[in-house]
């Protein structure tokens, strides 16, 4: 059964930082595209950040460029999300997403738009960020 679960969320001050840790079925195997989504109140869940095959980062929304970094330790089976000069804009719900099976590179990264493609979900972290 695959699963994966997040942790690392919190409340900052903008500008501050946080890093977030996708653990559970990584690196076994079972799938090679993890994508993280967010979802504000009120707003549609969107995806933030995407890693491919252990270390291809296929995919940042533009609003989070140059501000946010994932990466995959394949000792701790984790995938992180690194997020620098925090917004307040940036409040929500963070999840870490996946699909059962092995994806090709092209599949993987067309999946932004998709997360109703995703069949394995966290239960989500919450970052909060005050102006």
């Known amino acids: 059964q695959v699963q994966v679960m997040e942790s690392g969320g919190g409340s900052v001050e903008a500008g501050g930082s946080l890093r977030l840790a996708c653990t559970g079925s990584?690196?076994?195997?079972?799938?090679?595209?993890i994508y993280w989504f967010r979802q504000a109140p009120g707003k549609e869940r969107e995806a933030v950040a995407t890693?491919?095959?252990?270390?291809?980062?296929?995919y940042y929304a533009d609003f989070v460029k140059g501000r946010f970094t994932i990466s995959q330790d394949n000792a701790k089976n984790t995938v992180y999300l690194q997020m620098n000069n925090l917004k307040p804009e940036d409040t929500g719900m963070y999840y870490c997403?996946?699909?059962?099976?092995?994806?090709?590179?092209?599949?993987?990264?067309?999946?932004?738009?998709?997360?109703?493609?995703?069949?394995?979900w966290g239960q989500g972290t919450q970052v909060t960020v005050s102006s």
């Open positions: 997403a996946t699909r059962v099976g092995l994806l090709d590179r092209a599949s993987c990264s067309s999946l932004y738009q998709r997360p109703n493609m995703f069949n394995v």
């Open positions: 990584i690196n076994t195997g079972q799938t090679d595209c």
């Open positions: 890693i491919y095959n252990g270390h291809d980062n296929l």
